[in-house]
């Protein structure tokens, strides 16, 4: 427990860099990067589709989703333990798609 309250006082006397950034690009990036957080777990959205649609899973490896899931499972630890809400939004939007890739090729596979 020690290390922990350590740990949270080092932070706290760590400089930070400003949010919003005074630089308008980086700027630009950070207000830009949530979009993109929900922007790529979409890019699924045609696979899942196609399984429920056709009621196949031809060609989809159950085993590769639910290895990306279980990778996904760590980015959100990450997210959460770091209060970082693009990589909160884009793990828990990417669990939720493989989850149904997964689903889909258990069924239909």
């Given at each position: 427990?020690?290390?922990?309250?350590?740990?949270?006082?080092?932070?706290?006397?760590?400089?930070?860099?400003?949010?919003?950034?005074?630089?308008?690009?980086?700027?630009?990036?950070?207000?830009s990067i949530l979009a993109i957080a929900v922007i790529g777990p979409l890019m699924n959205l045609p696979?899942?589709?196609?399984?429920?649609?056709?009621?196949?899973?031809?060609?989809?490896?159950?085993?590769?989703?639910?290895?990306?899931f279980v990778i996904g499972i760590v980015w959100l630890i990450y997210g959460f333990v770091h209060n970082?809400?693009?990589?909160?939004?884009?793990?828990?939007?990417?669990?939720?798609?493989?989850?149904?890739?997964?689903?889909?090729?258990?069924?239909?596979?």
């Amino acid at each position: 427990m020690f290390h922990a309250h350590h740990h949270l006082h080092k932070r706290k006397r760590k400089s930070l860099k400003k949010y919003p950034h005074s630089n308008k690009w980086i700027r630009f990036l950070d207000h830009s990067i949530l979009a993109i957080a929900v922007i790529g777990p979409l890019m699924n959205l045609p696979q899942i589709l196609k399984i429920y649609l056709n009621h196949s899973a031809a060609g989809v490896s159950a085993l590769t989703f639910s290895l990306l899931f279980v990778i996904g499972i760590v980015w959100l630890i990450y997210g959460f333990v770091h209060n970082d809400k693009p990589i909160i939004t884009s793990s828990a939007l990417w669990l939720v798609s493989h989850a149904f890739v997964i689903t889909g090729a258990i069924m239909y596979g």
